[in-house]
């Protein structure tokens, strides 16, 4: 699976703002919403339920919010930049810049696994990580992810 089997260009912001966990992920799932045609307040309950488990705010400026939703017909992903960060409760409390959403049908499983994998490993990069919060607009940042995920194999 590849970032562009996953992403849309109209997906990925280049500069979020939020005061709460609940407006950052508003603001990250209403791109997904319009683009799939699911609920944005189904998508945005269901990230906010994921993340009282326990923070996607994987550390070192990293979240990657994800969850399953009812009516989706595939995995959809947004990308976000924040450069200021954004206060996520994340592992390391630090802020987070990047943000990748995944959201997966219901009954996905392993393509879900598999997203959030190859998600983590290219985030988790710092040369693709600082390229991203370098990046000038969103058609940078998706051309950017699209670029070093291809150097990736399957």
Same mark, same amino acid.
């Not at 950052?24 to 997904?32: E, F, R, V, W, Y």
């Given at each position: 699976m590849k970032i562009g089997d996953i992403l849309k260009p109209e997906c990925v912001l280049a500069d979020i703002s939020?005061? #709460?966990?609940? !407006?950052? %992920? #508003? @603001? %990250? +799932?209403?791109?997904?919403a319009k683009a799939y045609g699911v609920s944005l !307040?189904? %998508?945005? !309950?269901t990230l906010l339920d994921r993340e009282n488990l326990g923070s996607t705010g994987i550390g070192e400026?990293? @979240?990657?919010?994800?969850g399953k939703?009812?009516?989706?017909?595939s995995i959809a992903a947004c990308v976000a930049r924040s450069s200021a960060g954004l206060a996520f409760n994340a592992l390391d409390g630090e802020p987070c810049h990047i943000f990748f959403v995944l959201a997966a049908p +219901? !009954? +996905? @499983? @392993?393509?879900h696994l598999k997203a959030l994998a190859r998600a983590s490993v290219l985030?988790?990069?710092p040369t693709i990580k600082e390229s991203l919060i370098a990046a000038g607009s969103a058609a940078d940042i998706y051309k950017l992810l699209i670029e070093y995920d291809s150097r990736f194999d399957d």
């Open positions: 939020g005061d #709460t966990k609940k !407006d950052i %992920l #508003t @603001a %990250l +799932s209403k791109p997904i !307040d189904e %998508l945005v !309950d400026g990293i @979240a990657i919010p994800h939703i009812r009516g989706l017909k +219901s !009954d +996905s @499983a @392993a393509g985030l988790k990069n």
